[in-house]
């Protein structure tokens, strides 16, 4: 290790006497006094800074309440009390340390050293207060101080520094390079307090997670990690944090192993991997669906013969064997929709007969729903294909004729047969009715012929029984009488005119 950079100015320190002057006052009061950063250089580019503030109560009464703020994050700090029994309080912040004494009497003082990293800081930074107002920040020191206790406190920081640059270095070896069991050890090492234990076993480990690369998933260190409880001196926080990250890492893994998987029996391999404990069900699931998702893609591609299906559908071929019964059932069902899509598309692309296809097809291979669907498309296409184009009678008839088809249920074709003989009998009674219409007609035409001949008949009468001279008037078209039926007219109308003439009918007729 090289010697710090801040020896020559230590050593000019040390020489330095520093003089107090008494005040002699009633009151408590604080001077201080703050020494020069020295540069101590732990390592190559780190470099930390130490600097020590002097308090003195110079007053007649004690002090209260002694604040000593420093505007930097103190990476350690060493007191000098005035006695032992005394108890202060550090208040460490991220960018700040506060240290409070509570009481210092008249003629005492105190020390503080304290290092941090960083830029050196300005005497004037610094601030001292009590109870009673400010201390007072002095250009020297009020004590004298021994040179040798100066050169003390500079030599135990050079071997405190060395100390902890071999304490460093270990740690950094330690995180590095250890095997796997001093890294899950549950005993602390002598180079880590146990305040940074947990921390750097988790650097650690975290290291070791990053560079483990194994052929086997289950040898990885990610894996493994998920399945083992936390080391006995970790913190929960950091056991956490590296399960999530290994949770990341195997992952990565398994898309690694699933995407360098190129034929079934790799893949079934990795459907016996078991779940690790501590792995999240989330990145499982999406796991077993990646393995699905491939294991489709190798047993299901985009064209299959009847063999293949058949393959993985019957239940006693060895295609689907040592995959998870989940799994295979999965491919089973999508293999019975896409065979069944299969025999659709077939029985639509067949402009012969579509029931070759219905025929022909391994219907115990689908599911009940699907078979009946298959023998509805089947039975549609037929009805297209085969049955009469227009609902002609004559076309049904000639239908009905040749037979019932196979794939027309009973219930349809008699139907179609009952309507050709309903329509047959409709026919056969519109024709009796329209002669019975045409014989009615005839008859009723008859009817009006002689009820107009008798009406014509009943109006002569009537004309000639109140004109008897109208008798001789009538013309040939008004003789709607019988010869003799006109005779006997002829003769009653000779009776009225003798009877209005006051004569005899036979003289009139002789």
Known sequence: MTVPKGLLLTI?????????????????????????????????????????????????????????????????????????????????????????????????????MIRYDGSPLAKEWISVAHSAGNAQLLEKQLYPVSPLFLL???????????????????????????????????????????????????????????????????????????????????????????????????????????????????????TKLKKPENLPWPIWERFQDAIFERLYALFLPVYKSEVDFENLLIPSRAVLRDIPEAMASEIRDAAQIQYFRHLLEQASDTWGDPQVVLQNARLDLLTADQASRLG???????????????????????????????????????????????????????????????KASAEQAEAEKLRKHVLAQLGIIDRVLMQPEAIDKLEDHDRTFAPGNMKSLEYVASLLKSHRAGRSPESTVS
């Open 152 to 270: 003390g406190i500079f030599w135990s920081g050079f071997l405190i520094a060395y100390l902890l640059d071999v304490r460093r270095r270990q740690r950094d070896t330690f995180v590095q390079a250890a095997d796997e069991e001093d890294t899950f050890s549950d005993t602390r090492p002598w180079f880590a307090s146990p305040g940074e234990w947990s921390k750097i076993q988790g650097e650690a480990i975290e290291r070791a997670l990053q560079r483990s690369r194994t052929p086997s998933l289950e040898k990885n260190l990610a894996y493994r990690l998920l399945n083992r409880p936390a080391p006995k001196l970790m913190r929960d926080e950091d056991w956490e944090a590296l399960k999530t990250l290994a949770a990341e890492i195997l992952e990565a893994e398994f898309s690694r192993a699933i995407s360098r998987c190129s034929n079934k029996n790799k893949l079934k391999d990795l």
């Open 12 to 112: 000019l320190i040390t020489a330095v006497v520093w003089f107090a002057k008494d005040h002699f006052e009633n009151t408590a009061r604080l001077s201080y006094f703050v020494s020069e950063p020295i540069e101590i250089t732990l390592a190559p580019g780190r470099t930390e800074y130490a600097q020590e503030i002097a308090v003195v109560n110079d007053g007649r009464s004690a002090a209260e309440s002694i604040s000593i703020k420093v505007p930097h994050a103190v990476s350690s700090y060493q007191l000098r009390k005035h006695s032992n029994l005394v108890k202060e309080a550090a208040i460490p912040a991220t960018n700040s340390f506060e240290m409070v004494y509570p009481k210092l009497p008249a003629d005492q003082r105190i020390s503080l």
């Open 376 to 438: 509805q498309h089947v039975d549609q296409l037929c009805r297209m294909r085969k049955m009469p184009r227009t609902w002609d009678v004559a076309e049904l008839r000639v239908f009905v004729a040749a037979g019932r088809p196979d794939w027309m249920p009973k219930t349809e074709f008699q139907a179609i047969a009952n309507l050709i003989e309903r329509f047959d009998a409709l026919a056969k009674e519109r024709e009796l009715l329209r002669r019975r219409e045409q």
